[in-house]
């Protein structure tokens, strides 16, 4: 039998051949052993990103992932267990919302999240702004965790998934990131290994996403549905618009102090719906009962303070400083701010939300090499959006970063994500669709 070589893997893909199942698993085992070097793990992902992947393909990378460290034994947490994925947007804190909410009505969430990707945020890093909190959790204490709270939230520790967390961070700086193959294979494996029997995904829509179009973001949810339905756990998703930022906060610690407000019942509109819609869709899954009864129970959950009690325990069991969260202490804030102006009057009809995503990436709000820190305090608040009226001169964001000459170029690819014109763009949708096998 020939031996399989990584080489003619790559070749292989890149003149647009279907993968085998063994070169698949070569590779997957590969890169999870370091046997596989980064350049040529790189270079097989820009095959795959620039010839695609067929449905089989696809199925047999998400299990090769899920298969390429240990599987999570969440047997010893009573009740169904939920968890909650976004394929990535900007400005979107919504685990930080829905997670708490859902917990706070008895579903167990027990969610294994991401870092920042491109120019999306993640969850982890997001919680890791908060001095202390830890998202490394032994499996134990990640078990203990959502039984006595209701809601944990780890990063890919120990060794689940491995290969996703080194193709992850692999992607998130050799522009392979917006393809639908890896988007599943990465979020399917570490679902199906993080072990939930319930699975909700948001798809996200629009400029701010890896899926410009509806119709991309329903060819990528089917196909995550269906793995998900493949592998034995009920897997639904939401379609929600990416169009413009969600909320007015992007950077890590400004994101959790505006989740924190949403909890408080003062978040803005836009970030509060889609957080309900995604808490109801978790309760649902969970078997709470009708689609009706589960969105009175999340906006119940939300308006009694119930779902900020959960954030704050669950940030106190995992080693974080709460304080911030319980309104005892102000969010740490970056040592330097400058606003952007509008350049003319009129109103904003459009924002390029990875653009301002990405403007959020150079005040140091994510990584442009994947050993990079990232600057927790960076990030920006818009002060317009879209539909707003401008005048020329006047302020429209806030920047903030821990070094003044980060500004100018984050403000050049801020403004240039605004288009502004004479009339008010159309009101757009929030929740655009759900997905179920
Ligand atoms: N989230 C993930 O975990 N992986 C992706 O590829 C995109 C979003």
Not at 13 to 41: C, H, M, N, W
Not at 324 to 350: C, K, N
Not at 387 to 410: I, M, Q, T, W
């Amino acid at each position: 039998m020939i031996a399989v070589r990584m080489y003619d893997i790559i070749k292989h893909k890149r003149d647009g051949g279907a993968l085998t199942k063994e070169e698949i698993e070569y590779f997957v085992s590969g890169v999870t052993d370091g046997s596989v070097p980064d350049y040529q793990a790189a270079a097989l992902l820009m095959a795959v990103f620039l010839r695609g992947m067929d449905a089989r393909e696809t199925a047999e990378l998400t299990l090769a992932m899920a298969r390429s460290g240990e599987t999570a034994d969440l047997s010893g947490i009573q009740g169904v267990k939920v968890d909650k994925h976004s394929t990535g947007g900007v400005g979107d804190k919504t685990t930080l919302v829905a997670g708490p909410v859902a917990a706070a009505c008895g579903v167990k969430v027990a969610k294994m999240s991401g870092r920042g990707l491109g120019h999306t945020g993640g969850t982890v890093d997001k919680l890791e702004s908060i001095p202390g909190f830890r998202t490394a959790l032994p499996p134990r204490e990640f078990v203990d965790t959502v039984n006595r709270v209701g809601l944990s939230v780890i990063g890919q520790s120990g060794n689940l998934a491995p290969a996703d967390k080194k193709l992850y961070a692999l992607r998130d700086v050799t522009a392979t990131v917006e393809n639908a193959s890896l988007i599943s294979a990465s979020i399917m494996s570490k679902k199906i290994a993080s072990g939930a029997d319930r699975i909700l995904l948001d798809v996200k829509v629009g400029s701010g996403s890896f899926m410009r179009t509806a119709g991309q973001a329903e060819h990528l949810a089917r196909m995550m549905v269906d793995i998900g339905a493949r592998a034995g756990r009920r897997t639904a998703a939401l379609l929600t618009n990416m169009d413009v930022p969600l909320g007015f906060a992007v950077g890590n610690t400004l994101e959790v102090a505006e989740a924190v407000e949403t909890l408080r019942g003062h978040g803005p509109e836009d970030l509060t719906r889609v957080s309900l819609a995604l808490a109801s869709e978790m309760l649902y899954l969970a078997g709470k009962g009708s689609g009706e009864s589960c969105q009175s129970q999340a906006r119940e959950a939300l308006a009694s303070g119930a779902a900020l009690e959960k954030f704050a325990l669950m940030v106190e069991t995992q080693g974080g400083d709460a304080s911030a969260v319980r309104g005892l202490s102000p969010f740490p804030q970056a040592p330097y701010s400058r606003s952007v102006v509008s350049p003319r009057d009129g109103f904003i009809t459009a924002m390029d939300a990875e653009r301002c995503g990405t403007a959020s990436v150079l005040l140091g709000a994510g990584r442009a090499k994947k050993e990079d820190p990232v600057d927790h305090e960076a990030g920006i608040r818009l002060l317009k959006k879209n539909g707003d009226a401008v005048s020329a001169g006047e302020p429209v964001a806030l920047l903030y970063a821990s070094r003044e000459e980060l500004f100018a170029a984050a403000e050049e690819v801020y403004l240039s994500s605004l288009s502004i014109g004479p009339e008010p763009p159309p009101e757009t949708e929030l929740i655009l669709g759900r997905i179920e096998a």
